[in-house]
């Protein structure tokens, strides 16, 4: 603000130069009188009288700089360059030509600075060295009179000390932005390049060396060829990496937790491994320190990715030693191995309960059924109703059979006129027994006898009892063959883990990037320090509003 008021108060103003004297005119310190008034002196030679023309020299040296189609700006550049070296021309061709005559480039840029010398004084040239190369007309010289000395007037000491408050002011603003500009580069070498000289000291220095190996496998699932013609979405994802995306994640996870570190601290030393005397302070795990900041450090050297649209779980372990990032990779493997059977335990010892279960529970009802019957039979004293029936029906086949023949024969008898009656009561006495028989064998299909069942109701009993056995029977067999899948489901496993790239012994370290690492921390704390600074700035704009 004050840089502001002060460019406003101290205007440039553009200087005042005399006006061109013009021939004819007298000024107060006119010297063409030489003080002895009309005395005349014997050996002074007479003076020629000037010509008021121009020679013909001038006047070609004027044409041919009319020729040349000088712009406006040209010749006021040439008369104003003209009146600083005090050059008498008479219009601003001549100043043209009276420049050029004395080696001076009539048309160079001056500026307002150029008209004050260092002790504040008007620049003034040598008259007689500026029209040195000027032509002169011939003529006796006379004795020169002394030039008086020229007082500056009050505009060209006010314009003077117009000049020297500007370049105070010009100074002033220089000396602040240099004051401004070691300020900013103290507080960058301060806030950024000492911090990143200390981190870059630290990577190239102090830092202990890190040895990473890198792993990558997938979790894959078995091809059942029972089930290759399923159909649904199932069959269209079977073979992809969707199929097992969620086992992935799953093993992932598991990978990543804290079981995981500490099943590693208790089989491999974990975390007596990142403890060691030979790590740096920054890396090194304290002997005592907490959980979770064991976990932090599980985290940051136990990398561990899940690309979904390859299926691959990718692995990298960083260990102070190479043996030691071998060991762990190879039982952090072991780990996701056993995670995926167990994954799939679950599910396999429930399919062989459920097959179990059931084949169990159909072989007892299968045994009750088959009890069911023996029973029946046990009961009605029949083996099978079907044959009881099939017996009465040929009993009362072959009994029809005797009692039509026993017919025809009485008949035939009672056809003779005197029928022999010895001979037809007995054929009479079989005929009612045959006819008893047959009704009684009848009464055994149809009706119940003594408080027994009837044939049918045994027959239907006992049909029942056989279906159910047949029933039993067939669940039996399904309980079997299930039993038997399920079996043979659980002797393979069905999610198994493919290792795509083994890990390998690494011969050189890979952290820590010393450069990378340096040049990142140089652009944060940059950034860092370039936040305040706005923010200040912002703040300090708002105060003074």
Do not use: C
């Not at 840089?3 to 004297?21: D, N, Q, S």
């Not at 100074?171 to 981190?199: E, G, N, Q, Y």
């Not at 167990?342 to 399919?351: A, F, G, I, P, V």
């Amino acid at each position: 603000m004050t840089t502001k008021l002060t460019a406003k108060r101290f205007r440039i103003r553009r200087p005042e130069f005399p006006p061109v004297p013009v021939e004819g005119d007298k000024g107060i310190f006119d010297t063409a009188d030489d003080g002895f008034g009309d005395g005349k002196f014997p050996t002074a030679t007479p003076a020629t009288a000037p010509t008021s023309a121009p020679n013909a020299t001038t006047d070609s040296a004027l044409e041919e700089i009319k020729r040349e189609g000088l712009t406006s700006r040209q010749l006021r550049m040439a008369r104003k360059l003209a009146r600083k070296h005090d050059m008498p021309a008479t219009s601003d061709y001549d100043a043209v030509r009276l420049l050029r005559a004395a080696n001076i480039d009539p048309f160079k840029r001056t500026s307002m600075l150029d008209l004050v010398t260092s002790d504040g004084q008007p620049v003034k040239s040598d008259p007689s060295r500026a029209l040195a190369n000027v032509p002169k007309d011939d003529g006796s010289k006379l004795p020169q009179t002394i030039k008086p000395v020229q007082v500056p007037s009050t505009a060209a000491r006010a314009e003077t000390s117009h000049v020297a408050e500007i370049m105070n002011i010009q100074r002033d603003l220089s000396r602040r932005r240099r004051r401004k500009s070691m300020l900013m580069i103290a507080r960058l070498v301060f806030f950024v390049l000492l911090p990143t000289l200390v981190t870059g000291w630290y990577y190239y220095m102090v830092a202990t060396p890190l040895y990473a190996t890198k792993t990558e496998f997938v979790i894959q699932q078995s091809q059942n060829p029972s089930a290759g013609g399923a159909g649904g979405l199932g069959g269209l994802l079977q073979g992809s990496p969707m199929a097992t995306s969620q086992d992935s994640i799953a093993v992932q996870g598991y990978l990543q937790s804290r079981e995981a570190m500490l099943r590693l601290d208790e089989e491999h030393d974990f975390r007596a491994h990142y403890s060691a005397e030979g790590i740096d302070p920054i890396q090194r795990l304290a002997p005592d320190s907490t959980l979770e900041a064991a976990y932090k450090l599980y985290q940051r050297n136990f990398q561990i990715s899940y690309d979904p649209t390859e299926g691959l779980i990718k692995m990298e372990v960083i260990a102070t030693t190479p043996e030691k990032s071998v060991d762990f990779a190879q039982a952090l493997i072991e780990y996701a191995e056993g995670q995926v059977d167990h994954l799939t335990q679950r599910l396999r010892e429930d399919q062989m309960r459920g097959a179990r279960e059931g084949f169990e529970e159909a072989q007892a009802k299968m045994m009750e059924s088959q009890r069911a019957v023996v029973d029946l039979q046990e009961k009605y004293k029949v083996l099978s109703s079907e044959v009881e029936v099939t017996l009465i029906t040929t009993q009362i086949g072959q009994l029809e059979t005797l009692l039509s023949q026993d017919r025809l024969s009485l008949q035939q008898m009672m056809s003779n006129s005197n029928p022999n009656a010895a001979r037809m009561e007995p054929l009479e006495r079989r005929i009612a027994a045959l006819e008893a028989e047959i009704a009684l064998l009848r009464g055994k299909l149809t009706e119940s006898m003594d408080g027994e069942e009837s044939l049918p109701e045994v027959q239907s009993a006992l049909l029942m009892a056989q279906a159910d056995v047949q029933t039993r029977q067939l669940m039996l067999a399904q309980a079997i063959q299930s039993m038997e899948t399920a079996r043979s489901e659980a002797n393979r496993q069905t999610r198994y883990l493919s290792l795509s790239v083994k890990p390998i012994l690494p011969d050189e370290a890979s952290y820590p990037r010393a450069f990378e690492s340096t040049l990142v921390a140089m652009l944060i704390f940059a950034g860092i320090y370039l936040m305040i600074s706005m923010t200040a700035a912002i703040l300090r704009e708002q105060m003074s509003a």
